[in-house]
């Protein structure tokens, strides 16, 4: 059995918002990840089987790893067809905002979301939720959206409506939260949950090599040439760093999502508790920030405080506008400010 976690009162506000509703729009954060894209779909499918028109629409593009996942064809990509997305959004009767917690975190399709006259509910795990729906269900301590979004169902009585499309996109969502279930995934209720998912028919073991054994020869060539040549260990501070500038992931053929999870090697090495990967973005002029810790290091204070962003404890992002040489020294600062937590940790 599950225990509760989301409020009653939030769930009879959304079940009445969901029966009254017939146009449902699903947003989620910009550069969408498993988790973004898992709860979106695994909402998506279930309202699909409710007979309500869903639709599903994205900042832009995400990666090819997740390209598979039941649904992804059908989802509206906001940096495509903006004029489309604004009819969508202005008309729809229920606005789900999923896995973020921040109008900021959805780019460009912020004014509409917040312009929009539809009853909007916040489904999310992210610290500190802002106040822009009428719902919020926020829940920093479960370790996904995607897992909020089984709870949710299963709450709603409808556990019988998730079609293994939906149960497959939820557990996407799940596994890629926890980096295949190795962080944040020590709540027993996580493993009731994949049983259950089980149940509709699943195969973990195919979504898993879906996900992260489908990459590139570019991709892991990238990643040795990272490793070998540009990683920079600082013992002394147990810390890493990785900079990859836009020329490098030219030579390497980058393709969105061919970085994904270089962040978290360097805390493969004993000692590192603390890395950081700033990478040139390829479709905004700024440096893209990651940031990983482990233990009890906030990586997220350091995303506020040096680099407009924000996230989890053990993993958080930010933007940083300005050279290479100016994130490099950022950096720098903040290992010297933090210097006392991090050999703490
Ligand atoms: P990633 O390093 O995978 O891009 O992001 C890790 C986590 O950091 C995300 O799940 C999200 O919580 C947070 N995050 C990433 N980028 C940003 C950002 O630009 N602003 C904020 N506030 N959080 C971010
Ligand atoms: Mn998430």
């Known amino acids: 059995m599950l225990s509760k976690v989301i409020l009653q009162a939030h769930i009879d506000k959304v079940e009445t918002y969901f029966d009254r509703a017939d146009k449902v729009v699903i947003v989620t954060h910009v550069s969408p990840d498993g988790d973004a894209l898992g709860s979106s779909l695994g909402l998506y499918h279930f309202l699909s089987v409710h007979g309500k028109t869903v639709n599903v629409i994205v900042p832009n593009a995400f990666p090819d790893f997740l390209r598979w996942m039941p649904g992804a064809k059908d989802i509206i990509r906001y940096d495509k067809y903006a004029e489309f997305a604004d009819k969508l959004i202005a008309e729809a009767d229920v606005i789900c905002c999923l896995d973020f917690n921040a109008l900021s975190r959805i780019d460009r399709m912020a004014d509409a979301v917040r312009d929009a006259q539809g009853r909007k509910v916040m ?174 290091f906030p990586c997220n204070q350091v995303a506020a405080e040096f680099f407009n962003g924000g996230g989890h404890l053990n993993a958080s992002g930010g933007e940083f506008y300005g050279t290479m040489d100016e994130a490099v020294d950022l950096f720098k600062q903040a290992l010297v400010k933090y210097e006392s937590l991090l050999l703490k940790n």
Not at 174 to 185: A, E, P, Q, R, V
């Open 123 to 296: 489904i999310d795990h992210h610290l500190n939720p802002e106040p822009f729906c009428r719902v919020t269900i926020s829940h920093p301590e479960i370790s996904s959206t995607s897992e909020l979004i089984f709870r949710l169902i299963c709450r709603l009585g409808c556990f019988d409506d998730i079609t293994l499309e939906g149960a497959e996109c939820i557990y996407t969502g799940m596994m890629t939260d926890t980096g295949g279930f190795t962080y944040n995934s020590n709540n027993r209720e996580i493993y009731f949950i994949i049983s259950e998912l089980l149940s509709k028919g699943i195969d973990k073991d195919d979504i898993y090599r879906k996900v992260f054994n489908t990459y590139s020869e570019g991709r892991l060539r990238l990643m040795g040439y990272v490793l070998y040549e540009k990683m920079q260990v600082y013992p002394q501070f147990r810390a890493a760093l990785i900079c990859l500038s836009k020329e490098e992931q030219g030579k390497f053929r980058y393709v969105k999502g061919d970085t994904e999870g270089f962040v978290n090697i360097p805390l493969q090495m004993k000692g590192i508790c603390f890395s950081v990967f700033l990478r040139e973005d390829t479709e905004k002029d700024m440096i893209k920030v990651s940031l990983r810790s482990v233990g009890a």
